[in-house]
C-alpha cells in the first residue's frame, strides 16, 4: 500500500504525523510538504519528501492575493501528479495549509483521505475541506460538534513512542526534589521566561528544581543562575523529562496538552495569545474541565500569580496527585495505532 502524508510547518503538525507513519509498517510512505519548513529536517531521512511551493492566505485582500491562489493551483496540480505516478492508495494529512491541495487532489482522482486535527477548535482548513474526507479524526472529543456525525472518529492525538514507555533522564536532578518544567513551545515564550524568572526563587527555596526550555528567541536567557536552575533553548527527550516532572509551566498547544495528558502532569497553562482564533485557549479549557490543571490568560497573569499558584501545588502533594489523575482521562494510548488501522482500511477498500 502507498500512503502519502502531507504534513508541514510546526511540530504540532509534523510530530502526530511521524508517529502514525511509525505504525505503517509495509507501507510505501510518501511525503508531502513546503520548502524552508520544519518537515525538511525531520522528514527526510526516513521518508521521500515531495515538496509544493505554497502558503498560507492572508485574511485580507491585497495584491499578493492573486499570486497565492495561483500557488495554490498549482500546488493542487503538482500533488494530482504525485498522486498518479506514485499510485497512492489513501492519504493521511494533519490539517493546516497544505492539506488542502491534498485533499483537493485526492478528491480529483477519487483516493480516500483521513484529516486529523488535533486542536479542540479544529482550523479553518479543517473546518472547510473536512466534509470532503473519509473521515476525520478529532483530538479532543468535543470537536466532533464541527462535523457531520458520520464522517467523524475520535482518537486522541497521536504522540511519540518514547512517551509511551518509561524513559530514563540525564539530567542532574535528585530522585527526590520536585521539578518543575517550563516549555514555550517550538519557538519558546519570552514572557513566560520573564514570568518564571521573576518568581523562581521561591520556588528553589522550597526545594524544587526548574527546567526551563526557553527557545532561541531569549534576549535575557543568562540572566537568572542557580544550582537547582537548568536551562536550554530546547531538549530532546521530552518524554523523559514530562514523566520525571512534578508539574509543567505551558504554552497549550494541542501536542503540548497530548503529551501533558499521556504523562499524567498537572500544568499550568497560558495560552499564546497570538494564535489562530485563540485555538489553544480552547485546547486549554479542554485540560482545565477535567481538573488536570489551571488557565491563565497572559495579560491577566503577574509574576506574583505564577509564583504562589506553583507554591501551593508544592506545599500540596494530594492536589496534584488528583490533577495528575485527571490528565489520565484525556488521554488516548493507542491513537496512532487507531490512524494507522484505519488508513490500511480505507487504502485497501480502494
Same mark, same amino acid.
Given at each position: 500500500m502507498r500512503i502519502l502524508i502531507a504534513a508541514s510547518?510546526?511540530?504540532?503538525?509534523?510530530?502526530?504525523?511521524?508517529?502514525?507513519?511509525?505504525?505503517?509498517?509495509?507501507?510505501?510512505?510518501?511525503?508531502?510538504?513546503?520548502?524552508?519548513?520544519?518537515?525538511?529536517?525531520?522528514?527526510?531521512?526516513? $521518508?521521500?519528501?515531495?515538496?509544493?511551493?505554497?502558503?498560507?492566505?492572508?485574511?485580507?485582500?491585497?495584491?499578493?492575493?492573486?499570486?497565492?491562489?495561483?500557488?495554490?493551483?498549482?500546488?493542487?496540480? #503538482?500533488?494530482?501528479?504525485?498522486?498518479?505516478?506514485?499510485?497512492?492508495?489513501?492519504?493521511?494529512?494533519?490539517?493546516? $495549509?497544505?492539506?488542502?491541495p491534498a485533499i483537493l487532489a485526492a478528491?480529483?482522482?477519487?483516493?480516500?483521505?483521513?484529516?486529523?486535527?488535533?486542536?479542540?477548535?479544529?482550523?479553518?482548513?479543517?473546518?472547510?475541506?473536512?466534509?470532503?474526507?473519509?473521515?476525520?479524526?478529532?483530538?479532543?472529543?468535543?470537536?466532533?460538534?464541527?462535523?457531520?456525525?458520520?464522517?467523524?472518529?475520535?482518537?486522541?492525538?497521536?504522540?511519540?513512542?518514547?512517551?509511551?514507555?518509561?524513559?530514563?533522564?540525564?539530567?542532574?536532578?535528585?530522585?527526590?526534589?520536585?521539578?518543575?518544567?517550563?516549555?514555550?513551545?517550538? #519557538?519558546?515564550?519570552?514572557?513566560?521566561?520573564?514570568f518564571v524568572r521573576q518568581g523562581a526563587k521561591l520556588w528553589f527555596e522550597a526545594g524544587a528544581y526548574v527546567v526551563h526550555l526557553t527557545g532561541d528567541r531569549d534576549p535575557d536567557v543568562n540572566q537568572l543562575q542557580?544550582?537547582? $536552575?537548568?536551562?536550554?533553548?530546547?531538549?530532546?527527550?521530552?518524554a523523559a523529562l514530562l514523566q520525571r516532572a512534578t508539574l509543567a509551566i505551558s504554552r497549550a498547544g494541542a501536542s503540548a496538552?497530548?503529551?501533558?495528558?499521556?504523562?499524567?502532569?498537572?500544568?499550568?497553562?497560558i495560552p499564546y495569545p497570538y494564535a489562530a482564533e485563540d485555538h489553544q485557549a480552547y485546547n486549554a479549557n479542554e485540560f482545565v474541565g477535567v481538573g488536570a490543571g489551571v488557565m491563565y490568560r497572559q495579560k491577566e497573569l503577574t509574576p506574583e500569580a505564577l509564583q504562589n499558584t506553583v507554591l501551593d501545588w508544592l506545599n500540596s502533594p494530594e492536589t496534584l496527585q488528583e490533577m495528575a489523575t485527571k490528565a489520565k482521562e484525556l488521554a488516548v494510548f493507542d491513537s496512532a495505532e487507531q490512524l494507522a488501522f484505519l488508513l490500511r482500511t480505507v487504502g485497501n477498500n480502494v
Open positions: 510547518g510546526t511540530g504540532g503538525h509534523l510530530f502526530p504525523a511521524l508517529a502514525v507513519a511509525q505504525h505503517l509498517q509495509n507501507c510505501q510512505i510518501e511525503w508531502l510538504g513546503v520548502p524552508n519548513r520544519l518537515e525538511q529536517t525531520l522528514v527526510p531521512k526516513d $521518508y521521500p519528501l515531495h515538496t509544493v511551493d505554497l502558503e498560507g492566505f492572508q485574511t485580507r485582500l491585497n495584491l499578493g492575493t492573486l499570486k497565492i491562489l495561483q500557488r495554490f493551483g498549482g500546488s493542487i496540480v #503538482q500533488t494530482r501528479r504525485l498522486l498518479k505516478t506514485r499510485n497512492i492508495n489513501a492519504i493521511f494529512t494533519t490539517g493546516g $495549509y497544505i492539506a488542502a478528491r480529483l482522482q477519487n483516493i480516500p483521505v483521513i484529516l486529523h486535527d488535533s486542536n479542540a477548535l479544529p482550523g479553518k482548513v479543517t473546518r472547510l475541506f473536512g466534509p470532503w474526507c473519509t473521515k476525520v479524526a478529532i483530538g479532543f472529543e468535543s470537536t466532533a460538534q464541527y462535523f457531520p456525525k458520520n464522517r467523524t472518529i475520535w482518537t486522541g492525538t497521536p504522540t511519540r513512542d518514547s512517551f509511551l514507555t518509561p524513559q530514563h533522564l540525564d539530567l542532574p536532578i535528585p530522585p527526590e526534589a520536585p521539578l518543575i518544567v517550563v516549555m514555550g513551545g517550538s #519557538q519558546g515564550a519570552v514572557a513566560i521566561n520573564q542557580h544550582p537547582q $536552575y537548568i536551562t536550554m533553548p530546547f531538549y530532546d527527550n521530552m496538552i497530548t503529551e501533558l495528558t499521556v504523562t499524567q502532569t498537572p500544568a499550568i497553562l
